[in-house]
C-alpha cells in the first residue's frame, strides 16, 4: 500500500467515475483501474462496485476512502511544516468562500494579499457553506471565510468584521421616498430569497422571524445577482448585504438601497481552520488582513443612495 494509490481511491471516491478521476489524477484510466485493483487484492476487500455507467465505492470502500483522506492530510500537514519553518509567509493556501461573499470581497482584499505576502499562493474555492465544512475537515482546504456561528470543537474560529444588511426596493416602491428604515417597518413585507442551502437564506429568514416580514412564496433565487435583477425588475424587495452593493459593483438606477437605523440586521464573517493546521500562526497573520478591511465598504453606499433619489 502506498500514499498513490490512497490518492486514487479519494480521487474514485469523490468523481465516481474512472475517466473523470484519472483526470483529476493526471494518469490514465487503466492505470487508475489497475491500481484500485492491486489495492483491493492487498487488502483482500473489494472497495469498488462497478457498473456498466456508474461506480459506487462499498460500504468498506467509503469508510477506507475516508481514512485515507486524513492520512493523506497528515502527510501534507508534516510537508507544511517543512516548508512554512523554511519561508513561514510562502507556499500555498486553500482558502474557500461561500457565494453570496466571495465575488464581492476578493476585489478589495486581493490585492492587499498580494502587496503583503508576495510568494504566497492563494487558491480560492467558491462552495456553499457545508461544503466548505466537509472540504475543511477532510483537509481539502486549509480555511474557510464563513458566516459566524460555527459550532465545531475541531475548528478554530477568528471572527474578522461584522457586514450589515440593506434593504433593496424597486425605484416605484413607496419605502423608495426614504433613505432608512427601522426593522419593524418590513412587518407584513414578503422578501425574495434564495434557494435552500445558502447562508444568506438563513441570515434573511433570520431578519424574517425578527421584523414580522415572511418570504415570497413561488420564487427563490439561485444566486445574489438574480436576486438584484429581481428587484430592479420591479418583481419585489430583498436583502443585500453591503459589500455586494460596493464599487465595482454597478449601482442599478432601477434599484434603491435603504440602510435600518439603531441595531442594524447583519451577519458576521470569520476565518476558521482545523485547529491541528500545521500553518496555524500563519493564517492568523492572514486573518488579519481580512480584518483590516477599509471600514468604509462596510458602510451604506451614499453616491448611489443619492443616485437612487434623483
Request: charged share 25%; aromatic share 4%; with cysteine.
Amino acid at each position: 500500500m502506498n500514499l498513490r494509490d490512497l490518492k486514487y481511491l479519494v480521487a474514485l471516491a469523490d468523481h465516481k467515475h474512472f475517466g473523470r478521476a484519472a483526470a483529476a489524477s493526471f494518469v490514465s484510466q487503466p492505470t487508475l483501474s489497475t491500481q484500485i485493483k492491486k489495492l483491493e487484492d492487498e487488502l483482500g476487500v473489494s472497495l469498488v462496485e462497478r457498473a456498466p455507467r456508474r461506480v459506487m465505492l462499498t460500504p468498506v470502500g467509503r469508510d477506507i476512502a475516508e481514512r485515507a483522506r486524513k492520512v493523506i492530510a497528515d502527510v501534507e500537514q508534516m510537508a507544511e511544516i517543512a516548508r512554512r519553518s523554511q519561508d513561514p509567509e510562502a507556499g500555498t493556501v486553500r482558502l474557500g468562500l461561500f457565494p453570496t461573499l466571495g465575488p464581492y470581497l476578493l476585489p478589495h482584499i486581493v490585492p492587499r494579499l498580494r502587496q503583503r505576502f508576495p510568494r504566497l499562493e492563494l487558491l480560492l474555492v467558491e462552495e456553499k457553506t457545508d461544503q466548505i465544512l466537509a472540504r475543511l475537515r477532510d483537509g481539502r482546504l486549509d480555511a474557510g471565510l464563513l458566516a459566524l456561528p460555527i459550532h465545531d470543537d475541531q475548528l478554530h474560529v477568528e471572527p474578522l468584521f461584522d457586514e450589515p444588511f440593506l434593504l433593496a426596493v424597486p425605484q416605484q416602491h413607496p419605502m423608495a421616498m426614504q433613505d432608512s428604515l427601522d426593522l419593524h417597518e418590513l412587518d407584513d413585507q414578503h422578501l425574495l430569497l434564495l434557494e435552500e442551502g445558502h447562508c444568506l437564506r438563513d441570515q434573511a429568514l433570520d431578519v424574517c422571524r425578527m421584523s414580522g416580514a415572511d418570504e415570497r412564496d413561488g420564487f427563490r433565487a439561485t444566486s445574489l445577482e438574480t436576486l438584484r435583477q429581481m428587484v430592479a425588475a420591479g418583481v419585489g424587495i430583498t436583502l443585500l448585504p453591503v459589500l455586494a452593493v460596493q464599487p465595482p459593483v454597478p449601482a442599478s438606477p432601477d434599484m434603491h438601497l435603504l440602510s435600518f437605523r439603531g441595531d442594524a440586521p447583519h451577519r458576521q464573517i470569520g476565518m476558521v481552520w482545523r485547529r491541528s493546521s500545521a500553518m496555524g500562526d500563519f493564517l492568523v497573520q492572514l486573518a488579519n488582513q481580512f480584518r483590516e478591511l477599509p471600514a468604509q465598504l462596510l458602510q451604506p453606499p451614499r453616491p448611489a443612495l443619492r443616485e437612487a433619489r434623483a
